[in-house]
């Protein structure tokens, strides 16, 4: 089983950078596709961003590709959201996830068996 736990939200002015950590118990976590999500106040929860087992494969939301960086370190059961340029519209609840034995990473939502609790990212204008 994989337990995510995030870490890393804060307060940040727009333009400014953010780096989001998920630690993930368990040994499967190397079996695992990792995904970040977000959810805005009154909004549906959405894709940001997805990774690979290996980590070789990234996929990215229109909204933040070229702006976030996802990475993953097998060796330490951890997956990170690098967040440049922010915006105020980036403002969410961040949530990781994991797809336990994905073939290949996915933005869908139900594709994902694990979540964390969510850490709140708030960029002001």
């Known amino acids: 089983q994989v337990q995510p736990v995030e870490s890393g939200g804060g307060l940040v002015q727009a333009g400014g950078s953010l780096r989001l950590s998920c630690a993930a118990s368990?040994?499967?976590?190397?079996?695992?596709?990792m995904a970040w999500f977000r959810q805005a106040p009154g909004k549906e929860r959405e894709f940001v961003a997805t990774?690979?087992?290996?980590?070789?494969?990234?996929y990215y939301a229109d909204s933040v590709r070229g702006r976030f960086t996802i990475s993953r370190d097998n060796a330490k059961n951890t997956v990170y959201l690098q967040m440049n340029s922010l915006k105020p519209s980036d403002t969410a609840v961040y949530y990781c996830?994991?797809?336990?034995?994905?073939?290949?990473?996915?933005?869908?939502?139900?594709?994902?068996?694990?979540w964390g609790q969510g850490t709140q990212v708030t960029v002001s204008s």
């Open positions: 990774i690979s087992r290996s980590g070789g494969t990234t």
């Open positions: 996830a994991a797809d336990l034995d994905a073939t290949h990473p996915s933005n869908i939502k139900a594709r994902y068996d694990y």
């Open positions: 368990g040994l499967t976590f190397s079996r695992s596709a």
